[in-house]
């Protein structure tokens, strides 16, 4: 796969849902990543950054995909439930919102 434009967080970790930039991301490190860690009083973090195949396959693919909450993640809406959620996508800029859209999500061939 050639190199993808991502987000990525631009300071701590906390911060990262409304602070990050492109970044040119190459391989094997060359897929889309958000990270999100939602608590039950509906603070959240979230950290967007570039990752691998493996991780595609075994975070979002193989463990969250098919998971209710992760799938409908709506980032307007507060949750107040605790859940964590990983999402790979494989287009330039795709993971700006926390969950990416659809069409350019990974999927295992």
């Known amino acids: 796969?050639?190199?993808?434009?991502?987000?990525?967080?631009?300071?701590?970790?906390?911060?990262?849902?409304?602070?990050?930039?492109?970044v040119t991301c190459s391989s094997p490190n060359?897929?889309?990543?958000?990270?999100?860690?939602?608590?039950g009083d509906a603070s959240r973090v979230i950290i967007?950054?570039?990752?691998?195949?493996?991780?595609?396959?075994?975070?979002?693919?193989?463990?969250?995909?098919?998971n209710e909450l992760c799938k409908n993640f709506n980032q307007d809406t507060p949750y107040n439930v605790a859940f964590n959620c990983k999402f790979c996508c494989v287009k330039d800029a795709c993971n700006e919102k926390i969950n990416p859209p659809k069409e350019t999500n990974f999927v295992k061939n």
């Open 48 to 66: 967007r950054r570039c990752g691998n195949y493996d991780e595609c396959v075994n975070d979002w693919w193989q463990t969250y995909s098919d």
């Open 1 to 22: 796969m050639p190199p993808i434009s991502c987000f990525e967080c631009t300071d701590d970790p906390s911060g990262c849902e409304y602070n990050y930039q492109p």
């Open 30 to 39: 060359n897929y889309c990543i958000n990270d999100l860690t939602n608590n």
